[in-house]
């Protein structure tokens, strides 16, 4: 992912630093080819537009200009932008709380064992994700974790996150036939408290489009279970349709972050660079292949340095 966009933005970038001066109008013409660069790469349009604007306030201006390398300053700036975009920069208030995030990526105070409630739709890597994060927390930082699948509608999904629980070595909530998706939810929970659990995933069931009998579900499921953090999983390969089942699923449920799946295929990259600023939430983790050990705790000046070289 991001491969194409690199390279374009790379290719802007040498011709800024080629060069020992620049005038306002080379920066306006590398601004115009990061613009296509970014829609090229299927950035959402007001998203693009913001970026833009952004760089182009700093960028353009005597103290640049006029700078020993104003190349290498128009990059730093573009850099700069491209990690604010992706959730780098915090406001003090959120700083505070994203230090106390910031050792786990998930905020797991609270009595346990806390909810986490994963939501997204089918095929999405939901089940995956839960066993991915499952794993990553009791290898880093000890916990018990149970898994607890509230597929009802599809007994592979819950075979599959019963697979999943074994490989990872936690937990797994065992399947009592005919309960439905709630009450198997408050069974975790009570299940998850006598059984010493720090931390119970609820991995809610996909469909394949957004409807509001599933949004009723985890609605309700959320509203019964309060989970400490409720994330979603999008799968970064869809490109803008999984900024847009993020802002729908944003309008019913109370997300605390998302997790972008698919990061290791071979996509444009838009999506991921929208996904902050179109809905607002956090980026927590990136699923970067099929195994239990495909995931990265999501760093903005990470994946800016790998898309920027
Ligand atoms: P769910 O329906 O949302 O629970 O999706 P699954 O967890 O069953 O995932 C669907 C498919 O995507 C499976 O074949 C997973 O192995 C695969 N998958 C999930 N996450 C990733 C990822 O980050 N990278 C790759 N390459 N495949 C993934």
Partial sequence: MFDTLGDKLGNVFDNLTGRGALSEKDVNAAMREIRVALLEADVALPVVKTF???????AVGEK???SIKPGQMVV???????IDMLGGTLSDEDADKEEAAKATHLNLSGRPPVAILMAGLQGSGKTTTSGKIALYLKKAFKKKILLASLDTNRPAAMEQLGMLAKQADVG???IIKGQSALEIAKRA???GAKGGYDVVFLDTAGRTTINDELM???EAIAKETQPIETLLVADSLTGQDAVETAKRFHERLPLTGLVLTRIDGDGRGGAALSMRAVTGLPIKFLGTGEKLDGLEAFDAERLAGRILG
């Fill in 216 to 218: 009723d579900e985890v």
């Fill in 64 to 66: 640049v200009i006029k």
């Fill in 52 to 58: 833009v604007e952004k760089i182009r306030r700093e």
């Fill in 189 to 191: 929970m009570s299940e």
């Fill in 172 to 174: 797994f909530l065992p």
């Fill in 76 to 82: 730093k700036i573009v850099n700069d932008a491209l």
